[in-house]
């Protein structure tokens, strides 16, 4: 004998309420968590900075070594331009530099047109030997970019002229 299968009965299950409580437990976690502030994100470590403040002295009438960076009008090529001021510390510097057979240095050279970084090394080095006292000022055309400025820096550092000013033009007035 056969038997009789039951008919299935139709299985029908509502959404709304099982969407409603869904949102209502998301909205809850989501009032309920705590997200990372501002300063857990941040790196752990602090920076102290030197004190300063604006140097407004004047540049030395003596005892300066000025390095010019600036483009050269006729090749369109950023150079740098060394120079000092006594007239004792030129004549023993363009010596210094003929010994070293510095490209173009002759007795009657004041200032010299330097274009590489190993050149600019020398020659900082040789001023700081004729001169120990000079000071050094760093005067920049602001088209020039700012590695040049920073391999001028690097430079001074590694020859220990770590003292020097940077010249800059007086804000007159207005913003």
Sequence with gaps: MSKIK????????DMTPLVDITFLLLTFFMFT?????????????VIKRPQTQADTAKLPEKDL???KIGID??????AYYLSMLNEQDVASLADAMQRINFPGANPESVVYKISDSLWLGKI???ARIVNPKARFALDADRRVKYRYIEVAIN????????????VTEKKTGGL
């Design 33 to 45: 968590a705590k997200f990372k502030n501002e300063a857990d994100n941040q790196q752990k470590f």
């Design 6 to 13: 039951k008919k299935r009965v139709g299985f029908v299950l």
């Design 73 to 78: 009008t006729v090749s369109k090529d950023t």
């Design 65 to 67: 070594v000025t390095i």
């Design 124 to 126: 900082i080095e040789r």
């Design 155 to 166: 430079e001074m550092r590694k020859k220990r002229a770590t003292t020097f000013n940077f």
